[in-house]
């Protein structure tokens, strides 16, 4: 059974940047596309980013797009969501998500039913 472990979370002030892990366990992330998501109070979760099994596919949504950057590490079993020029409009919860068989693609959206394993989530706050 796949678990995923996230860290890199916390309080930041606009302009600054943090970088989120998503460490897996249970298996190898070889096969998996990982997804990012997040969802701020009182909103909808939404698509950040995502890279498919094989590193070859990454999508970023349109707030992500030139400030974020997605990357994976297969022999540490980690993806990693680097975020730059922060903003006060990206505080929310983070979640990254595995989806099996996503070698060759991978989707951020939320709809999609193939992310099966999720991690706990961590918060980014952006303020001054």
């Known amino acids: 059974q796949l678990q995923l472990v996230q860290s890199g979370g916390g309080l930041v002030q606009p302009g600054g940047s943090l970088r989120l892990s998503c460490t897996a366990s249970?298996?190898?992330?070889?096969?998996?596309?990982i997804g990012w998501f997040r969802q701020a109070p009182g909103k909808m979760r939404e698509g950040v980013s995502c890279?498919?099994?094989?590193?070859?596919?990454?999508y970023y949504e349109g707030s992500a797009k030139n400030r974020f950057t997605v990357s994976r590490d297969n022999a540490k079993n980690t993806v990693y969501l680097q975020m730059n020029a922060l903003k006060s409009e990206d505080t929310a919860v983070y979640y990254c998500?595995?989806?099996?068989?996503?070698?060759?693609?991978?989707?951020?959206?939320?709809?999609?039913?193939?992310?099966?394993?999720w991690g706990q989530g961590t918060q980014v706050t952006v303020s001054s």
């Open positions: 249970g298996s190898t992330l070889d096969d998996y596309a």
């Open positions: 998500a595995a989806d099996y068989g996503g070698v060759d693609g991978c989707t951020t959206v939320v709809e999609y039913g193939g992310y099966a394993y």
């Open positions: 890279i498919s099994g094989n590193g070859g596919k990454i």
